[in-house]
């Protein structure tokens, strides 16, 4: 993708007592995601087998479906998910990176986005709508995953 690299969104997570592995198992869970974020409605992965890079991901929402692939896997560290649609992609990055205090850690959201022909036109009107959804969803997503560990 050619557009510009965004940080949308950033959540303080720890104490991880078991380190990057704990928040990364957290997240790839994917079919816990609706317990986490308000209106989502189911997550399937539509491939067999363990979840890695090239997953499909579907995401049910009210009166719309999204389908998600997994476009960079890096476990522990970051995993991108890439959205095509007639209009042109969306990706985001949800990295995890050091947060300075030994056992904690930073989840970030990045996005880029990049559309195609006529829709390049309208491309800020979109992402700020787009933006706006995803910025909700994705926030629930780490602030939940961010209060996983006081449930163990």
């Not at 579907?58 to 998600?68: C, D, E, K, Y």
């Not at 476009?71 to 959205?83: A, T």
Request: contains cysteine; aromatic residues 12%; glycine residues 10%.
């Amino acid at each position: 993708m050619t557009g510009p690299v965004k940080k949308m969104l950033s959540v303080e997570y720890g104490p991880a007592t078991g380190g990057r592995m704990q928040i990364w198992h957290w997240l790839c869970s994917f079919r816990n995601w609706p317990e986490i974020v308000t209106n989502l409605q189911a997550v399937e992965q539509l491939d067999e087998g363990a979840p890695g890079r090239g997953t499909t991901l579907r995401l049910q929402w009210p009166g719309s479906t999204q389908l998600w692939v997994v476009s960079h896997w890096h476990p522990g560290q970051q995993l991108d998910l890439l959205r095509k649609g007639a209009t042109g992609r969306r990706a985001y990055r949800i990295a995890i990176e050091e947060s300075g205090d030994p056992g904690y850690y930073r989840l970030v959201v990045y996005s880029q986005v990049e559309y195609e022909g006529f829709w390049s036109f309208l491309g800020p009107l979109f992402t700020a709508i787009e933006s706006k959804r995803a910025h909700s969803w994705l926030q629930q997503l780490l602030a939940g995953l961010s209060s996983l560990h006081a449930q163990i």
